[in-house]
């Protein structure tokens, strides 16, 4: 059926619509990147951003973001509905909250939402999440046994009251944080970039002459909804079961999921896993929802956007009490420990239904420490120093290992895969807190062999400046079960961590490095994917001369002899290979 004039016209009308609102919640991320006082926000981009109707439905977001933000954001901004109804919101009002079960799973991720007027009527709601350097508490560390540990809670409350910002509230921040010019910035920032948002739109509703989000809000959801049914249901039904052993903190944990398929949608369950932890690794529902929701949309529907009617079909159930269903006060500093695991085991399942194979395991996990200075912060201090001259600090840096090797290519090396942070630069920690980085640099042979070599993951050496003792927040995942190959390729190689002067540390939990020592992290690698022996021997070559892998290894895992000219035995490989 051909559409009529008018109504091909009015689609891409809509259309153009839709994009344009994109754009908006992109320069509203923008702004908060451009304004964040935090390295975390401002270089790892470490947030998200999205526009939502007045039923707290996301109608889009922002590029820019993390997954478990995003999506977790997409779930919470109806709990601020619950508290204050949209009826009840005023110009220049802003709410926030930082409670874990509400939005993004620790304390350490602030929520702010903020209704948008248009000629005196609440049109819609923009919202934002970003990662504080410093919440209080004992720090984003897993050794918190309960939540109260953990920092300053921020129930769901208003941050700013027709334009007036809550001052006995940032009172209350900066008298319980290390880094309280950083934190305000940052909750200043949250509602200048919600504000841009909201002018951006008015100007959108102005040009295009409509009054309201509703038509367009109900198009867009249900045309994302039903644009991802439709590629569920070109799916086999069935149940598909996929499982995983993590590290834990003082012993392994096992997540178990069973992937449903149906023409309603498809729903995961992770009846099976582990129960929750004594220590801060646990992860929220909210969360766990948001990361497990993020792995099927890469694989079943990626092109179609993320919002309210795209996520609708995908569900998501696990125990009460379990690691991934916590409840209050369970400690959940450190959820993404393992809840960036979630689109690794969702893989797996999607893996025994999609033609062509899915990535292999990566490093998935940040590795993300916190980094405290201070006397009354670290445990050695240099003989004859003066514990109170030693400068007091907070930081945090975002590091990743290797992705996992895809179906036709290489896995990425050193990148941040499902959570999309930004590596923050070196300079941009040095330049803030007195650490030095002694080394960064691929680590070699971390990748997993395969057909497609998996992803390499890093080397990382740092230390005080000088005589100066720092702090470690460790929650290092992939030490004792690294990331698993798929379709006959090999395991990535496990992280590493010890102290440069051998001294043996733990990769979860607070360390303290000594004056002129460094911590060695060796980050791990992803999983192969494919038999090793069927690699082109000539990436192989060029894996051995960019230092990626040994010769050695070349000869044990691929079949390929390098000569001492760095060129291939043709004779010798053809040997190896058909052994």
Known sequence: MVARPNAALAQIHTQIMWNRLVAVVEEQAQTMLRTAFSTSVREAGDLSAGVFDRHGRMLAQAVTGTPGHVNS??????????????????????????????????????????????????VGLFANTIHVVDIGGLGMGPDGRQVFEEGLSIPIMQLAREGRMSEDLLRLVRANVREPLQVEGDIYACAACNDEGSRRLIEMMDEFEITNLDRLGDTILEASREATLARIRALPKGTYRNSMTMDGYDKPLTLNAALTISDAGIHVDFDGTSPASGYGINVVLNYCIAYTAFGV?????????????????????APEGCVLNAKRPWPVAARHTVGQMLPDVVFGCLHQVIGGGVPAEGASSLWNPQIFGGGSLVDEVEEGTDANTLPEFSTVIFHCGGAGARPQKDGLSATSFPSGVRTIPVEATESIAPVVFHRREFRESSGGAGKQRGGLGQVIEIGGAGSTPVALLCNFERVRNPARGRNGGRAGAGGTVTLRSGRPIRPKGRQTVPPRDAIQLGLPGGGGFGDPRQRDPKLVRDDVLDGLITADEARSDYGVAIDARGEIDLAETARLRSA
């Open 73 to 122: 954001m997409a779930n919470g901004v109806k709990y601020f509905l619950g508290v204050f109804p949209i009826a009840s919101m005023k110009p220049g009002d802003h709410y926030i909250t930082n409670d874990p079960w509400l939005t993004s799973g620790h304390l350490h991720d602030i929520t702010v939402v903020t209704p948008s007027f248009y000629r005196g009527e609440a």
């Open 297 to 317: 949309k890469c694989l079943v529907a990626p092109e179609v956007p993320n919002n309210a009617g795209s996520l609708e079909p995908i569900t998501v159930s």
